[in-house]
């Protein structure tokens, strides 16, 4: 049995608390807790937790192609986030609003990061 606090609950002074038991994927999912944001969803547990994991995965892959586009190092700590009210994120930018130093501020390459995010996305729906 494992227990997980996702940091994609937009208020993370009081995040969901999942249990999961069976592997990766989890055999059984018991929520001890539901943030705010997610004690409104409609779906059952396990249906939750299913979206709760691939909105992480898609968060994770898309910071990932930020990073790529940015050509940051692999000693770069990574591209920052912050978790919106509404449950979406906001790359580039961290928890308190600082803006990342590398990120760009020519919409053009705003545009260039965001089709190389569209495109790393569109190749994880695929698999």
Request: charged share 30%.
């Amino acid at each position: 049995m494992s227990q997980w606090l996702p940091d994609v609950c937009p208020d993370q002074s009081a995040p969901c608390r999942i249990l999961t038991v069976g592997g990766a994927g989890g055999a059984f999912v018991l929520f001890e807790g539901k943030c705010a944001f997610h004690a409104k969803s409609k779906l059952p547990d396990r249906d939750l937790y299913a979206a709760i994991v691939d909105f992480n995965s898609q968060r994770e892959v898309s910071r990932g192609a930020a990073k790529a586009s940015l050509k940051l190092d692999k000693e770069h700590p990574g591209v920052p986030y912050r978790m919106e009210p509404d449950g979406s994120y906001t790359l580039g930018v961290d928890q308190k609003g600082a803006l990342m130093p590398e990120w760009p501020t020519d919409p053009k390459e705003i545009a260039k990061v965001r089709a190389d995010i569209d495109a790393a996305l569109a190749t994880k729906t695929r698999r």
